[in-house]
């Protein structure tokens, strides 16, 4: 009888992106969309919002992160990767739940696009006005 590795599965979300996240115990590889996450995200604040949930609980070198990232842009992916990562680290471990807590990282940043409305530019710019 084979052993099955545990795997811990969360979902994160920012503005317009979902990461669906697979933490497996390993040495600290971080994959998004098959490619490292050195590769996926160019800009090193981008790796650096990814990483703080893990580098807090000290669990870098513990799990794997296999993750599934779609819609928006580079920023808001690396926030729902945060989301995700600090959720499935909660599963993996209760007592990390109150230090992810109250670092901010298992809270869903509610700010989203705010919609167009009519008669109007955009969200809350208008058409020029003339007098004359």
């Known amino acids: 009888m084979t052993e099955q590795a545990v795997k811990y599965s969360a979902l994160g979300r920012r503005k317009e992106s979902v990461a669906r996240v697979n933490l497996i115990p390993g040495k600290g590889d971080i994959v998004v969309n098959s490619l490292p996450h050195e590769k996926y995200f160019i800009r090193e604040t981008d790796r650096i919002i990814i990483k703080q ?9 513990k799990y794997d992160v296999i993750a599934n990232l779609t819609g928006g842009g580079l920023a808001g992916q690396a926030g729902a990767l945060r989301l995700g990562i600090s959720r499935a680290l909660a599963l993996a471990d209760n007592s990390l739940r109150d230090i992810l807590r109250k670092n901010g990282y298992l809270t869903r ?3 989203a696009k705010e919609r167009k409305k009519y008669g109007q530019k955009g969200a809350r710019k208008r058409f020029q006005w003339t007098k004359r």
């Open 109 to 111: 940043d509610p700010r």
């Open 53 to 61: 949930p893990l580098q807090l609980t000290n669990n870098l070198t």
